[in-house]
Nanobody
Framework: QVQLVESGGGSVQAGGSLRLSCAAV????????LGWFRQAPGKEREGVGT???????TYADPVKGRFSISRDNAKKTLYLQMNSLEPDDTAMYFC?????????????????WGQGTQVTVSS
């Protein structure tokens, strides 16, 4: 079991930066693939990016070059650094953890989800 709690959301002007954190409670943090997702009003949830156990990251096209995902297994915390924010980045942001995996390269389905933190970017 992994419980996830996001923090760091807020309101920022376009071009600004925010850093989201996702604190995990549980024993398996280092054994999970982790990810960030977002959902804007009236839109479906979409993936932002993932970080595998071997710390290889992938990003959705809209955020490539602007967002960066990292993890600190000792602190059981996942991060999302967001730079050059745009109004289209306005959404509720969620962190998620996969089922346990012994593979450092696989990212199985996301099983555990946080409650989300709101990010609002004004023009």
């Amino acid at each position: 079991q992994v419980q996830l709690v996001e923090s760091g959301g807020g309101s920022v002007q376009a071009g600004g930066s925010l850093r989201l954190s996702c604190a995990a409670v549980g024993d398996s943090f280092s054994w999970n693939c982790l990810g960030w997702f977002r959902q804007a009003p009236g839109k479906e949830r979409e993936g932002v990016g993932t970080i595998r156990r071997d710390e290889v990251t992938t990003y959705a096209d809209p955020v490539k070059g602007r967002f960066s995902i990292s993890r600190d297994n000792a602190k059981k915390t996942l991060y999302l650094q967001m730079n050059s924010l745009e109004p289209d980045d306005t959404a509720m942001y969620f962190c998620a953890a996969s089922s346990l995996t012994t593979s450092p390269t696989l990212c199985p389905g996301f099983r555990y989800w946080g409650q989300g933190t709101q990010v609002t970017v004004s023009s």
